[in-house]
């Protein structure tokens, strides 16, 4: 089936440093992938939706400038959080869809789980 | 806000026992699909049942669509203590991401 790397799995850092969490379709090309936030026992906020080759496009209330999407191929994409602070601490779960067209299920990483100190 | 609402939000049950979640959305959709996530984990794609669908089988999972009301359900049956984990439904409405619910978080008792 259809497999999403996330990497890291896990991050614990100083409060100021920037993060790069990668998220890589493994068998599959996607042109769109999707990066989501999640609090304990919530569910899955929707943060930005990621283009190959094309801007990320945010949802309301995403600070673009502080968590940089690049999405280089179309196996690729990644969230840099910058300068992260506390605040950040999170789950960041990244997903893609097979180009393949609709009525295709999304694949999920494992998430990545961030605490800034 | 959230499109999909799950019913309820907590279960607990004994194993061997079915568990059934609900899942009620707002506008029409191209399909609708139910996840499970183990605690810290990501999502894992259960099954997807197409608007033009009713009902739709895998292996223990049984998932039924009313677009009249708008509504959906997902059955486990036997269960097992494998079974614990949250259980999201989310709606594909063709071109916008995914929109999950709050998710069940179901628990089964040895």
């Known amino acids: 089936g259809a497999v999403v790397s996330q990497h890291p799995s896990w991050v614990i850092c100083k409060s100021g440093t920037s993060v790069k969490i990668e998220c890589r379709s493994l068998d599959f090309q996607a042109t769109t992938m999707f990066w989501y936030r999640q609090f304990p026992k919530q569910s899955l906020m929707l943060m930005a939706t990621s283009n190959e080759g094309s801007k990320a496009t945010y949802e309301q209330g995403v600070e673009k400038d502080k968590f940089l999407i690049n999405h280089a191929s179309l196996t690729l994409s990644t969230l840099t959080v910058t300068s992260a602070h506390p605040e950040d601490s999170s789950f960041y779960i990244c997903?893609?869809?097979?180009?393949?067209?609709?009525?295709?299920?999304?694949?999920f990483g494992d998430g990545t789980r961030l605490s800034i100190l | 806000s959230q499109q999909g609402e799950e019913d309820p939000q907590a279960l607990s049950i004994q194993e061997g026992e079915n568990a059934t979640m609900n899942c009620s959305y707002k506008?029409?959709?191209?399909?609708l699909q139910w996840y499970r996530q183990n605690s810290g984990r990501g999502l894992v794609h259960l099954i997807l049942?197409?608007?033009?669908?009713r009902e739709k089988h895998s292996g223990r999972l049984r998932v039924t669509l009313d677009t009249s009301k708008k509504s959906s359900s997902l059955l486990i049956t036997a269960s097992r203590a494998a079974d614990t984990a949250s259980y999201f439904c989310?709606?594909?409405?063709?071109?916008?991401?995914?929109?999950f619910g709050k998710g069940t978080r179901l628990s089964v008792i040895a």
């Open positions: 989310a709606t594909d409405l063709g071109i916008t991401p995914l929109v």
């Open positions: 997903s893609a869809r097979n180009a393949g067209g609709h009525n295709q299920p999304q694949h």
């Open positions: 506008t029409s959709i191209n399909n």
């Open positions: 049942i197409r608007s033009n669908e």
